[in-house]
């Protein structure tokens, strides 16, 4: 009895004690502690168009209080100047070039869906190694990262076989070209030169047809036949492929075309419904939503409720709307309870497009005080873009940090905070967030950060430890027409490519802290630094370049350019053609 009455507070101490181990293991590894992230990304966005970030007619109350209740980054980089390389620098932490996303010429994005360019299934993305964590992963709107290799239906570089359990949206992107009216977009030039061939040939046909019926001139059948052939083959190749309305602008439900052409009266509605219903879904698990946003990018579709409503025309009719769908977005997070276990951000690819105008006004962004948009690699205005960092609880509110950051270190960032690791065969470019948006450091990691346009070192940037100087050098800038305005408004976008670039040497070297304009370049005589920023930036670059591996190049006009059987189609190829009927059967994951 003695003995038994002193051993049951042992053996119950025993058994809570296991209990409770057994139960914090559990925790350990319990998934409803890891947080969830929502991330919401526009195209095409301009820094200056936010009134968070100085713009005092567009209003963006819903992005204005995400950042009052959150963390503002004034330096957030984006890798690239354009939306593939951008987005495929996000999607893998790593710059594009990595990834064979650098271009070497005038094709640096995805043109066709009927190509087989896009993110190589060698890369990992962070979605996948969330997946492995348990997460469920979706992705709503833009992808533009590719789709096929070899077949219509092998979705080789298909946002499902890139860590994403849910996919809806555009595989491709908004092109003009999917807004019927709005002139087109893609290789214009060469377009037109195509149709003049085929135009040229056709009269050439009819000619000698004539001259033969007429009986002046004695041709052969073979060669009538044969300069028919031609005249066939030239058509097919100026008309097929430029069919975009019907090749280009689809939609898919995760490998299924949805809708050929889409209906971009109803995409805004039909977008962010989607991304709503993902999140009530998987509410009870832990997730990620990449909302990856087709506005603002041109054609500027817009729905009623926001047409003609703001003082900045079609353009800042869009932004209002992307501010409204972000609202929407915040809503659902904290209707559902779920704010201070989500982190949320806020971002564009890259900066907006000022060369984009016509009779109407401006359709492209405004990058503020910055120079240069998009498209150009070097100048501020083309990679300096919007970053928001919400998760309440966890960031400090209304914090502003003017550290240099990089749309690159969302992988990382979020790697970390799901208790994954970073895969260690290959080399990152994007550091973890946590410590300096949480307050814990004061710095940046980035000492250095290399700014790409295509497959060329356009720029790199410099903050010295120990001092709030940001030195900037620029190897070339893109060449202005006409000389002198701030952008390439003659060929309509900037390259960067020998052509269409003046390379300096020295470089040009400007200190954004001091001129964030970059409208003065320093000099030995202005800068007391000026020798020691050339050199150091001499051995970053140096150093880095050491760490690039080759890879194929995934930019190349064999791999761009549109093959009938590679192009997605919901019926009968080539009559595409499906409409997504109202109240589709809900989705999977
Ligand atoms: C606000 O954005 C519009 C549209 O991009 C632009 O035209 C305007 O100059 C911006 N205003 C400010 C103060 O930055
Ligand atoms: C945590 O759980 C997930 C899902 O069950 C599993 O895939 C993962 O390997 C686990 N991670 C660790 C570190 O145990």
């Keep these: 009895m003695e003995h038994s009455r002193l051993m049951w507070p042992f053996t119950s101490g025993l058994i809570i004690l296991i209990v409770s181990a057994t139960y914090c293991d559990g ?40 950042a009052l209740d959150g963390v503002k980054l004034t330096q957030h980089i984006a890798a690239a100047p354009l939306c593939t390389p951008s987005r495929a620098a996000f999607m ?71 860590g994403f359990d849910y996919f809806y949206g555009l595989p491709f992107t908004l092109f003009n070209d999917c807004k019927s009216g709005e002139g087109s977009e893609v290789l214009v030039d060469i377009q037109l030169r195509l149709r003049d061939l085929t135009v040229l040939l056709g009269l050439a046909l009819l000619t000698l047809v004539c001259v033969c019926a007429a009986g002046l001139l004695d041709v052969s059948g073979k060669a009538l036949v044969l300069l028919a052939l031609l005249w066939l083959l030239a058509f097919g190749v100026w008309y097929v492929p430029f ?29 962010i419904g989607e991304a709503e219903q993902f999140v009530e879904r998987n509410q009870h698990k832990p997730f990620m939503l990449f909302l990856s946003l087709a506005h603002v990018h041109t054609p500027l579709f817009i729905s009623k409720d926001f047409a003609g409503k703001s003082k900045n025309g079609l353009y800042g009719d869009n932004v209002e709307e992307v501010d409204w769908m972000i609202g929407r977005m915040v809503n659902v997070i904290d209707r559902l309870d779920l704010s201070d276990r989500t982190l949320m951000y806020f971002t564009s690819d890259h900066g907006g497009f000022i060369e984009d105008s016509d009779a109407r006004g401006q359709k492209g962004g405004w990058n503020g005080i910055y120079r240069g948009g998009k498209a150009m690699g070097g100048w501020e205005g083309g990679i300096r873009v919007p970053g928001i960092f919400r998760w309440p609880g966890r960031l400090p509110a209304g914090k502003v940090i003017d550290e240099p950051t990089s749309l690159m270190d969302v992988y990382p960032t979020l790697v970390n905070l799901a208790g994954a690791e970073l895969p260690k065969d290959r080399t990152f470019d994007g550091h973890d967030l946590m410590p300096l948006i949480e307050g814990r450091t004061e710095r940046s990691e980035h000492e250095f950060m ?43 976008i900037c390259m960067c490519h020998p052509e269409f670039v003046t390379y300096h040497d020295p470089p040009l070297v400007f200190n ?50 549109w093959r009938p059987w590679l192009q997605p189609c919901c019926g009968t190829f080539p009559f595409c053609s499906c409409s997504e009927a109202s109240g589709t059967a809900g989705p999977a994951a």
């Excluded at 069919?243 to 977008?271: A, F, Y």
Aim: with cysteine; glycine share 10%.
């Design 27 to 66: 925790l350990d590894n319990d998934s409803s502690l890891k947080p969830n992230f929502v991330l919401m990304m526009v195209d095409d966005l301009g820094i200056g168009d936010i009134g968070c970030y100085g713009n005092d007619t567009i209003r963006t109350p819903n992005i204005d209080k995400l």
């Design 92 to 162: 893998t932490g790593r710059y594009a070039l990595r990834s064979g996303l650098g271009a070497t010429g005038r094709v640096q994005v995805i043109l066709f869906l009927g190509g087989s360019a896009g993110l190589p299934p060698s890369e990992t993305t962070f979605a996948k190694l969330l997946q492995r964590e348990g997460y469920t992963t979706g992705i709503v709107g833009k992808w533009h990262l590719g789709l096929n290799c070899e077949s219509r239906n092998d979705h080789c570089h298909h946002p499902n076989n890139h």
């Design 243 to 271: 069919r975009l309305h019907t090749w280009n602008c689809i939609l898919m439900r995760n490998q299924d075309v949805v809708e050929q052409p889409m209906n971009l009266e109803t995409l805004s509605e039909r977008l």
């Design 450 to 492: 290399f700014h790409y346009c295509g497959i060329y070192l356009n720029a790199a940037r410099w903050h010295p430890p120990g001092s709030d100087a940001i030195f900037k050098v620029h190897f070339f800038t893109p060449n202005f027409s006409p000389p002198g305005a701030g952008g390439c408004y003659e060929i309509g």
């Design 512 to 561: 954004l802290a001091a001129d964030p304009s970059e409208s003065t370049p320093l000099s030995a005589e202005t800068e007391p630094r000026y020798a020691e920023v050339l050199q150091r930036m001499g051995r970053a670059v140096e150093e880095h370049r050491r760490t690039l591996r080759p890879v194929p190049n995934q930019l190349t006009w064999e791999k761009v350019l």
